[in-house]
């Protein structure tokens, strides 16, 4: 009889998972935030509270965002686990990121008047300038920012999409929606601190760690998230989550605190309130330029190269 040796067994799936040592880095992050909530002093007169004093526009705003964002995660979750990208050009990519963010850059025309609040200009509303200063910063981050993970990470989007200097158009309105969630939820325990505990130099470094915690985590965990989306590849994954995580937290480094005193003790009379929110977010987006460049240049030292076209058709 003769035998056959057995077809050897193929190699097993490539891990896209994250490095052991990020568990370190959230246990000394988790650490950290409970020594400094510890040693809080509570503010006996104070009501602490996550969500906006009731009656106010940015309250209505922010639980709006909050529902929002179980939807847009939820229709997200769904393409990634039945893989229907597998299926997407150019347009449904733009269409599926695009409708998506259409509801929130709709909403503070499609819901002016919250309950119990009198009727305002579009203008004066907190949601049109919240929705502004994260449509600026976000636009500022697809154009410019992409390109350092480009260069330093060897990131790319491989998938058919219109582009706009080289990043995928369907990016920027994924970002906006995005972008407009996560700052609505760092907000909440950034008030809770801020509302709780009495002023001092201990509750400012709890908002401090706040801020840091925050921003790394929301930086991890997206770039967890994508990982499962084969269109959005590193050179080098475990530096895509240690250094690219660290790189992308940056961004929120800056945007959380800027964006949450946004409304949060209304705004000066006799400026426009459109124009200050985007000056705001004009100028935390240079901000984060410049510390991604300076990052670059003192840990990486990787060269800056921005290439593409304006407008271009990819995949």
């Not at 994260?134 to 500022?140: D, E, R, T, V, Y």
């Not at 260069?151 to 491989?158: E, F, G, N, Q």
């Not at 992308?248 to 124009?275: I, T």
């Amino acid at each position: 009889m003769l035998w056959r040796r057995a077809a050897p067994a193929p190699p097993p799936p490539a891990y896209r998972g994250p490095p052991i040592e990020s568990a370190y880095v959230f246990a000394a992050i988790a650490v950290a935030l409970l020594l400094l909530y510890l040693v809080q002093r509570r503010d006996p007169k104070a009501e602490p509270r996550w969500l906006p004093a009731a009656g106010t526009e940015k309250r209505e705003y922010e639980l709006w965002t909050l529902r929002y964002s179980v939807v847009w995660m939820g229709v997200f979750a769904v393409v990634i686990a039945f893989q229907l990208y597998e299926a997407f050009d150019a347009a449904a990519y733009l269409a599926l990121c695009g409708g998506l963010a259409l509801p929130l850059l709709l909403q503070p025309a499609l819901f002016r008047t919250p309950r119990g609040l009198s009727a305002s200009s579009l203008g004066a509303q907190h949601a049109a300038r919240a929705q502004l200063w994260i449509a600026i910063f976000g636009f500022i981050g697809n154009y410019w920012y992409t390109h350092y993970f480009y260069c330093v990470l060897r990131a790319k989007y491989t998938m058919p999409a219109w582009r706009l200097n080289d990043v995928p158009i369907a990016m920027f309105a994924a970002t906006h929606f995005y972008f407009s969630s996560y700052h609505v939820f760092a907000n909440l325990p950034m008030r809770h601190a801020r509302t709780a505990f009495a002023p001092g130099p201990r509750r400012d470094a709890l908002e401090v760690g706040l801020v840091l915690a925050m921003s790394y985590s929301v930086a991890f965990m997206e770039t967890l998230t994508i990982s499962h989306f084969p269109y959005y590849d590193f050179e080098d994954r475990d530096m895509a989550y240690t250094v690219g995580s660290a790189f992308y937290a940056l961004y929120f480094v800056v945007s959380f605190p800027v964006y949450f005193r946004l409304d949060e003790a209304g705004h000066a009379a006799g400026r426009s309130p459109l124009l200050e929110a985007a000056a705001s977010s004009l100028a935390s987006g240079m901000l984060v330029l410049l510390l991604l460049d300076l990052t670059r240049l003192a840990v990486v030292g990787t060269p800056l190269t921005i290439g593409g076209k304006l407008v271009e058709v990819t995949g």
